[in-house]
């Protein structure tokens, strides 16, 4: 999990495809499912889209030495 915030973080949306299968799908609870978005290419679009409109700013992870 932690990889998978950290590329969020990171806004690297090239990356998702490592943290996500063609049968993962991504809801967005105050959005619905009417938007949901499944496998790598469709999830990383709808990500994009969603912190490009300002919606909330990903998570920061950092490991134990403070390093992101």
């Not at 799908?25 to 709808?46: E, F, H, Q």
């Amino acid at each position: 999990m932690r990889g998978l915030w950290r590329t969020l973080s990171q806004r690297d949306y090239d990356r998702i495809a490592e943290w996500v299968t063609d049968d993962c799908i991504y809801l967005d609870v105050p959005v619905g499912p009417t938007l949901a978005a499944r496998g790598p290419v469709d999830i990383a679009k709808r990500l994009q889209v969603g912190f490009a409109g300002g919606v909330r700013e990903p998570r920061r992870v950092y490991d134990a030495s403070g390093d992101l």
